[in-house]
C-alpha cells in the first residue's frame, strides 16, 4: 500500500487462510482489492508466481513475505524506485553484521547485481537479500521453468539467477536508520513486537496502520475514515483512527485547499502481497 498497490493476492495454507479472509475480506473497506489462494504445500517462494499467474495476468509484481517487518522513514521510496523500474527485477540489500546466516548480494558501481549467495562462507558483501522482490512479468514463464532443489523446493534464487543471465537482476540499498525484521520464530515475533512497541509507545504513531495508509493515500475518505474508527471507538486502536479524522478536520480549517485533493490516485500492477505501473485513474 505505501508503493501505491491497490490489487493484493494473499497466499497461505489451507488451516489458515480462513482466518485472513475474516479479518481483511476483499478488502474494500481499505480502498483496495485483496484476493486469496491456498498453497496446499510448502513448496517454494517461486510458487507463489505459478498460483498467482492468473492474478498477475500481463502485469508486473511484488512479492513480500509475510513474516518479514520493515520500517524506516524512506521505505515509500525504495518502493517507488524499486516499483518505477519497467524491465528486469530487483531485490534490496540490507546492511548486517554477519552476512553468512543469510543470501547475500553483490554488486556493481551502478547498483546492478553481480552474485547472489544463499549463506557463504566468505560473503562478498556485508548486504543481505530480505524477503521483498519486484518483477517484471517475464517472472510467471521463469518460475515455471525452475526445478525443485535438493531442498525439494521451488527457490526464488533460481528465478532471481535467471534475471542475473540476463543482465536485468538490480538492487536497492536500504541505508542505516531502515529496520528489518523476520518474525518467523518465536524469538523473532517478540523482537518485532517489542520494536512496534516501543516506537509506538515513543512516538505516538501507529506502525503499519492500514486505515491510515489508506486514507493519506486517497483510497478511502476520511468519512469511511471515521466510520472504521468509530465502530472500533471502544479501543484505543479506533481512537488512533479517530485522532487521525481531527487532524484532517484541522488541517482543512488552517488551509481549506486540503492537500489530498492535490494528489494523484495511481492504480498500479500487482502484489503477490500486489501490481505495479503509474496510470492516473480518478
Same mark, same amino acid.
Given at each position: 500500500?505505501?508503493?501505491?498497490?491497490?490489487? %493484493?493476492?494473499?497466499?497461505?495454507?489451507?488451516?489458515?487462510?480462513?482466518?485472513?479472509?475474516?479479518?481483511?475480506?476483499?478488502?474494500?473497506?481499505?480502498?483496495?482489492?485483496?484476493?486469496?489462494?491456498?498453497?496446499?504445500?510448502?513448496?517454494?517462494?517461486?510458487?507463489?508466481?505459478?498460483?498467482?499467474?492468473?492474478?498477475?495476468?500481463?502485469?508486473?509484481?511484488?512479492?513480500?513475505?509475510?513474516?518479514?517487518?520493515?520500517?524506516?522513514?524512506?521505505?515509500?521510496?525504495?518502493?517507488?524506485?524499486?516499483?518505477?523500474?519497467?524491465?528486469?527485477?530487483?531485490?534490496?540489500?540490507?546492511?548486517?553484521?554477519?552476512?553468512?546466516?543469510?543470501?547475500?548480494?553483490?554488486?556493481?558501481?551502478?547498483?546492478?547485481?553481480?552474485?547472489?549467495?544463499?549463506?557463504?562462507?566468505?560473503?562478498?558483501?556485508?548486504?543481505?537479500?530480505?524477503?521483498?522482490?519486484?518483477?517484471?512479468?517475464?517472472?510467471?514463464?521463469?518460475?515455471?521453468?525452475?526445478?525443485?532443489?535438493?531442498?525439494?523446493?521451488?527457490?526464488?534464487?533460481?528465478?532471481?539467477?535467471?534475471?542475473?543471465?540476463?543482465?536485468?537482476?538490480?538492487?536497492?540499498?536500504?541505508?542505516?536508520?531502515?529496520?528489518?525484521?523476520?518474525?518467523?520464530?518465536?524469538?523473532?515475533?517478540?523482537?518485532?513486537?517489542?520494536?512496534?512497541?516501543?516506537?509506538?509507545?515513543?512516538?505516538?504513531?501507529?506502525?503499519?496502520?492500514?486505515?491510515? %495508509?489508506?486514507?493519506?493515500?486517497?483510497?478511502?475518505?476520511?468519512?469511511?475514515?471515521?466510520?472504521?474508527?468509530?465502530?472500533?471507538?471502544?479501543?484505543?486502536?479506533?481512537?488512533?483512527?479517530?485522532?487521525?479524522?481531527?487532524?484532517?478536520?484541522?488541517?482543512?480549517?488552517?488551509?481549506?485547499?486540503?492537500?489530498?485533493?492535490?494528489?494523484?490516485?495511481?492504480?498500479?500492477?500487482?502484489?503477490?502481497?500486489?501490481?505495479?505501473?503509474?496510470?492516473?485513474?480518478?
Amino acid at each position: 500500500m505505501l508503493a501505491g498497490i491497490r490489487e %493484493i493476492l494473499l497466499i497461505s495454507t489451507p488451516q489458515d487462510i480462513g482466518g485472513y479472509e475474516r479479518l481483511f475480506g476483499d478488502g474494500h473497506q481499505l480502498g483496495i482489492d485483496i484476493s486469496y489462494k491456498v498453497q496446499t504445500k510448502p513448496v517454494g517462494l517461486a510458487d507463489a508466481f505459478i498460483l498467482g499467474a492468473d492474478f498477475i495476468g500481463d502485469d508486473s509484481v511484488c512479492l513480500i513475505l509475510g513474516d518479514n517487518v520493515f520500517y524506516g522513514p524512506d521505505l515509500t521510496r525504495f518502493l517507488k524506485h524499486a516499483q518505477a523500474k519497467k524491465q528486469g527485477a530487483t531485490v534490496f540489500g540490507y546492511p548486517v553484521k554477519d552476512p553468512r546466516a543469510f543470501g547475500v548480494v553483490e554488486f556493481d558501481a551502478e547498483n546492478r547485481v553481480v552474485s547472489i549467495e544463499e549463506k557463504p562462507a566468505a560473503p562478498k558483501s556485508n548486504y543481505a537479500v530480505p524477503g521483498l522482490y519486484f518483477y517484471d512479468n517475464q517472472v510467471v514463464e521463469f518460475a515455471k521453468r525452475v526445478e525443485p532443489s535438493a531442498r525439494g523446493e521451488l527457490e526464488i534464487t533460481s528465478i532471481n539467477n535467471m534475471y542475473l543471465e540476463r543482465g536485468e537482476l538490480n538492487v536497492v540499498l536500504f541505508g542505516r536508520g531502515m529496520a528489518w525484521l523476520d518474525t518467523g520464530t518465536p524469538e523473532g515475533m517478540i523482537k518485532a513486537s517489542v520494536f512496534v512497541q516501543t516506537v509506538q509507545e515513543r512516538q505516538g504513531y501507529y506502525i503499519a496502520c492500514l486505515e491510515e %495508509i489508506a486514507w493519506r493515500r486517497g483510497f478511502i475518505t476520511r468519512d469511511e475514515l471515521k466510520d472504521i474508527g468509530l465502530t472500533l471507538k471502544m479501543t484505543d486502536y479506533g481512537q488512533y483512527l479517530l485522532s487521525l479524522v481531527e487532524e484532517g478536520e484541522r488541517t482543512d480549517a488552517n488551509n481549506p485547499s486540503d492537500w489530498r485533493s492535490r494528489v494523484h490516485r495511481f492504480k498500479f500492477h500487482k502484489t503477490l502481497a500486489g501490481k505495479t505501473s503509474n496510470v492516473p485513474h480518478s
